[in-house]
């Protein structure tokens, strides 16, 4: 075990070097500056000395080694749109991505485990093909088309619902205000997420009940029941937390555009701020959290699955 | 049971789907029930109470001098913070922190007798101090690159004559100076910034500013909103407004909803295509208001092909700029014939050179500039070769919409146009920074004033003089504009100069746009100028239940 973790931690090391010397070039060559010095009134007088105060007049290569050198001691620098320190900026807004993405994925879990089993079961009949049709809308529809259209209709219509913002934090906290701005965003991830995880489970589910041991279950009388939620689920789970684990660090580097449309300031918002802005600091940051979310995810799965199927082990 | 089951699902998500194939986008009823029980209320005034809701596109940066203040800082700062002047209700620049202002004879010397009643949001008095600090260790420090900091490049020094009277000392006259000093030019604090990095001072430029304005800081969120509330101790009319929340929306589609659901009070439309649905809205107002900004084409004048005027003029003749108007500007913006916007009243004049729409017209300038059709490609030539113009653009409100109908425009009458969309930043880089283009489309917005010397001088080639243009008897006339004080003496100067613009062309003028002003009925006594100037007077606006 404990080379294991030896052997991803420098995999993981590796890749995030690799990772952000991309993202730095990139970035950093990409047509464009900061906007500070990309304003169309400045004079030249002006960009340079805004230039020279962002540490820009230096060459490319050894901005990026007085970065690495820097984030290795845990400082990624101020923000170039802000002047505010980058770990700040993005720990300002990841709590309210953790808080879509946890509830997105325990509703898309729950729900599409659900659905795939009913799919699964009722194969080819009317219920499968209800939620193989609902799926496939879901997963072809525009995140940015139905916000727009819910808005429509529960906040312009009917005035049921704000139509962005996070609601009241803090001292003005109430229950409802919160749940009445969640519910939009978190519906809008659902339906992109939750097809996957019911046709995963679906196709999975499908595999495994057509294999001998359930066979053997169902001869030996065991209620049907039992046979799909003890004997066939638990063996069809491994490729659904796969795809969990895919979905995870999707979510928490920020649904760009389900953020944007309903106003929710998390890590999506904050990806669209820093790259029309050009704010290399704050994009290296946030590429490097990203990076570690996946890592991590990764680790997680390949945990679970020794759990979950004792054959899995020390993979 | 089970079968039961799914079919009461099966019908629960398809009706889920009818619902949301049923509503149509943009056409579907607008309408919505109103709160109040009594349609028509009768006026009773202003009253005390009630907030309004402002959109900002991006967390603003409260430092009016900041070089990351845009315009999102810009509608939060004049709020916020005071200038020594603040644009009139004629647009002409009217007493804010300075009650009175005097030029010397020769023009290098203005003296601004300051108020005297006027506290910091912290309690601390304001003297002549702030604005000294304001301009000599913020704008006129040249390593800090300061927003604006370009108006004040005649300006030596801001001297304190006692504590409530600055003088201003020139190297020449500025006869913009007061119209300058109300546009985002608002004084900061001495005894919060003395002896600090004014851009590195993050307590103050993104938490809690202290200025003198209407309106004090009660919270912030990053991300999210930027909530103000009454200065009571504010030494003009005491706000009628409990609150003013700037809130944080990137997306402009956003804007248009939350007005319609009532969450938002007033701003200006960028994107008019959602303006009839708008208009049609319920409790819901639109009104058009004039602005200092005029849109334009350059043709870059380092360039040997572009610099016979003819060909400026033969562009103008081709392009139907009503028509463009009409329908991607639905109508919000006049034809503009020089720079001077017709909100500046006294100057603007439109008895001068206009250019109809005219391709044939064109067609011969173009000919007697030696461009011609010698292959019979349909596009001309020149020297018998190809002559294409590379247009580069940057994606922001409708300028790829209009810069389409150009092209086409040009194509009608032989120019071989190459439309060339960037994203707006690499835009900026290739276009302004590098000059690097050969035609572009863009647009400048200036304060309440006709000295247009920053954008066709040519002591300005290196700044916002983008076309590089060079005239040395345009350069005369606006010299002289911008050193004459006398009104009347100024308005001749600018008539003579608009004369030449228009014969010019140092840039090929489109449209004066007007603001689509969009506001919920209940807010009244916002004055009738356009949304950043009327914020001025913010103070005046009410909520009328």
Sequence with gaps: MLRFMINRAGQSAILLLIVTLITFFLVNLAPGGPSSTMRMEATEEERQAIVEKLGLDQPV???????????????????????????????????????????????????????????????????????????????SVPAFWLGLMLILLFSITFKWLPSSGVGPRGEDFELWGWISHLIMPVLILTTTVLPHIVRFTRSSMLEVTSQNYIRTARAKGAKESVVLYVHALRNALIPIITIIGMLIPRLLSGAVITEAIFGWTGIGTLIIEAARGRDYPLVMGITVMITLVVVFCNLIVDFLYSRVDPRVKNV | MKSKKLKILSLFLLSFVLLFSGCNYGGGSSSTTSSGEGSEETTNGPRKGGKVTIPIVADPTFNPWHPIAYAESNVINRVIFSGLTQPGKDLLPAPDLAKDWSTSEDGLEWTFILRDDVKWHDGEKFTAEDVAFTFNEVALNKELGANNSSYFQKLKEVQVVDDYTVKFILESPVAALPAYLSFNTEIIPKHIFEGQDPWELTSFNKQKPVGTGSFKIKSYTSGQSVVLERNDDYYGEKAYLDEVEYKVLADANTHVAQLLSGELSIFALDDLAAIDRIKNAEGVEVVARDTTRFFWIILNQQLEQFQDVKVRQAVLHAIDRQNIIDTVLKGYGTIADTGIAPALKEYYTDDVKRYEYDPEQAKKLLAEAGLKDTNGDGLLDKDGKKFTIDFKIGIQGDIEAVSQMVQQYLKAVGLDVKLNTMEWNAMIQDVVVKRNYEMSLNWWRYPSDPDLSAYMHSANVKGNNIPAYQNSELDKLLDAGAQESDVEKRKEIYLEAQKMMAEQLPYIFLWYPQEAQVRVEKLKGVPDLAFGDALHYINEWYIEE
Excluded: C
């Design chain 1, 61 to 139: 290569h050894i901005r990026y080694v007085e970065w690495l050198k820097n984030g290795l001691h845990g400082d990624f620098g101020t923000s170039f749109t802000s002047s505010e320190p980058v770990i700040q900026r993005i720990m300002e807004r990841l709590p309210y991505t953790i808080e879509l993405t946890i509830f997105t994925i325990v509703i898309s879990v729950i729900l599409g485990i659900f659905f795939g089993v009913i799919s699964a079961v009722k194969r080819g009949k009317v219920g499968d093909h209800v939620i193989n049709f609902v799926s496939v809308i879901g997963l």
